[in-house]
């Protein structure tokens, strides 16, 4: 009986321990306000990435647009990679990343 308490043991930090592992790749979830304070996008995610859409704005009918789609966690880099932004002034959507960095 006192072997199989240890066995019990690792068996459970082995297999719930992943479960804790830090993983930053929702950071980027929530509302951002943009620098000027102008618009308020929210970042979501849908089918394992990452998008955003702008819910508030000084112009109302930006409103719900969907302005960055498609970006994926790299786990290396620290960043969300391989995603398009189209801002509302702009006509066609461009490649775009995105890096959180931190404040000092």
Do not use: H, R
């Amino acid at each position: 009986m006192i072997k199989v308490i240890p066995l019990c043991i690792v068996f459970l930090f082995l297999t719930v321990g992943p479960l804790f592992a830090q993983n930053n790749s929702d950071q980027i979830l929530g509302k951002w306000v943009s620098e000027d304070n102008i618009k308020t996008v929210e970042v979501f995610k849908e089918n394992g990435k990452y998008s955003a859409k702008i819910t508030d704005s000084k112009n109302k009918q930006q409103i719900g647009k969907l302005i960055v789609w498609g970006l994926q966690y790299d786990i290396k880099e620290k960043e969300w990679s391989d995603g398009e932004v189209q801002l509302p002034d702009m006509v066609l959507s461009a490649g775009c990343y995105v890096k959180i960095m931190s404040e000092k």
